[in-house]
């Protein structure tokens, strides 16, 4: 399986970006799903998860009620809407199957797609 992350960008402090996650490949079932996002000099951090069907999210504190993880019709594509952005947003954001809030709770990382909030 290989997952392909997108929809970066440059964006203003407060404004939007949806980044989506499609899957690829020999899918035997379709599994939960997450964001991670790595800043220069931090470490990797998780974001947001979803389970298979889409019906069970989860967020870290630092991006609830501004981000929303939710699974395209075809379940194979997950999109990270993210609002109110700001300046520590910055970060490359990577998708992953698995679900929790470590990096190893995680399998087949995507390559990464850069975000950047300018104040």
């Known amino acids: 399986v290989q997952l392909q992350a997108s929809g970066g960008g440059l964006v203003q402090a407060g404004g939007s970006l949806r980044l989506s996650c499609a899957a690829s490949?020999?899918?035997?079932?379709?599994?939960?799903m997450g964001w991670f996002r790595q800043a220069p000099g931090k470490e990797r951090e998780f974001v947001a998860a979803?389970?298979?069907?889409?019906?069970?999210?989860h967020y870290a504190d630092s991006v609830k009620g501004r981000f929303t993880i939710s699974r395209g019709n075809a379940k194979n594509t997950v999109y990270l809407q993210m609002g109110s952005l700001k300046p520590e947003d910055t970060a490359v954001y990577y998708c992953?199957?698995?679900?929790?809030?470590?990096?190893?709770?995680?399998?087949?990382w995507g390559q990464g797609t850069q975000v950047t909030v300018s104040s």
């Open positions: 992953a199957r698995g679900w929790g809030t470590t990096p190893t709770d995680y399998i087949n």
């Open positions: 979803i389970n298979w069907s889409g019906e069970m999210t």
């Open positions: 490949g020999t899918l035997s079932d379709i599994s939960a």
